[in-house]
C-alpha cells in the first residue's frame, strides 16, 4: 500500500547549522515526491518535488531534497537554517501508476530553528 | 491576488446544523480537491473533481458534498455537524491531474471548523 513515513515529530537545530528532515516511502507504481511547508495557521506551499532524473533536487528558500530510491527516502536538507524556517513539514507522494492515484501525505515534522 | 481563496476562514456553529465551505482558484487549474486536517495536523484527502467530474472520494460520512459549479470553483456542503468534524478544511487545486500526476497542489489558507 502507497505511504509515506516521517518518524520525527520534531526536529531542532540551531540557526546556521545544517538541518535534515527525514521522509521514507513505499509505493507499488513509479513515486513522485513532494515536499511542502506549513506556517502558523497558513495553507500549505510548495517547496519542491522529485519526478526523474537527478537525484538531489532543489526547491524554494535554499531548500533541497535527495532521492534514494534504494533506501526509499526522500530527506529535505539545508545547509544553513534559519529562524524563519521554523515551521511544519510535510512529505508527499504520489503512487502515480500504483494501486492508489492520489497525492498521500506524511504526518509531518515540526522544525524549530533556535536562534 | 490570491491563487486559492477559501470562505469563510472561521466557522463556529452548533452541532446538528448545515454549513457551507466555498473555494475558488484563479490559477485556471482543471483539478481541486478537499483535505482534512485534524488537531494533530494530519492531512487526509476527501474529494477532488476534475474539469467537475468526481474523481477521488474517500471513505467520508455522507452528511459531507462536495459540489463543483465550474472548473474554477468547489464548495463542500456539511449537513448535521458534529463535534468530530471540528478540523481545518482546506482546498486546493492543480493542473492535468491525469496526464501530469507530478503537478503540485496549490493551497488555500483554510477554513478552521469549530463545532461546539
Known amino acids: 500500500a502507497q505511504s509515506v513515513a516521517q518518524p520525527e515529530d520534531q526536529v531542532n537545530v540551531a540557526e546556521g547549522n545544517p538541518l535534515t528532515v527525514k521522509c521514507t516511502y513505499s509505493v507499488s507504481g513509479n513515486p513522485y515526491l513532494f515536499w511542502y511547508v506549513q506556517y502558523p495557521n497558513r495553507g500549505l506551499q510548495f517547496l519542491l518535488k522529485?519526478?526523474?532524473?537527478?537525484?538531489l533536487v532543489k526547491g524554494s528558500y535554499g531548500f533541497e531534497a535527495e532521492f534514494n530510491k534504494s533506501q526509499t527516502s526522500f530527506h529535505l536538507k539545508k545547509p544553513s537554517a534559519l529562524v524563519s524556517d521554523s515551521a511544519l513539514y510535510f512529505c508527499a507522494v504520489r503512487d502515480y501508476g500504483g494501486a492508489t492515484n492520489k497525492l498521500i501525505f506524511g504526518t509531518g515534522t515540526l522544525l524549530a530553528v533556535q536562534p | 491576488d490570491t491563487a486559492v481563496s477559501q470562505t469563510p476562514k472561521y466557522l463556529v456553529t452548533q452541532m446538528g446544523n448545515d454549513k457551507s465551505i466555498k473555494c475558488e482558484q484563479n490559477?485556471?487549474?482543471?483539478?481541486m480537491y478537499w483535505y482534512k486536517q485534524d488537531s494533530k495536523k494530519f492531512l487526509k484527502i476527501m474529494f477532488s473533481?476534475?474539469?467537475?467530474?468526481?474523481?477521488i472520494n474517500e471513505t467520508v460520512p455522507n452528511r459531507f458534498s462536495p459540489k463543483s459549479p465550474d472548473k474554477a470553483h468547489l464548495n463542500l456542503h456539511i449537513n448535521s455537524l458534529e463535534l468530530g468534524d471540528s478540523a481545518v478544511y482546506f482546498c486546493a487545486s492543480s493542473q492535468d491531474w491525469g496526464r501530469r500526476p507530478y503537478n503540485e497542489q496549490f493551497f488555500g489558507p483554510g477554513t478552521r471548523l469549530t463545532v461546539l
Open positions: 490559477l485556471g487549474h482543471d483539478t
Open positions: 473533481y476534475n474539469n467537475k467530474e468526481l474523481i
Open positions: 522529485y519526478i526523474t532524473g537527478d537525484n
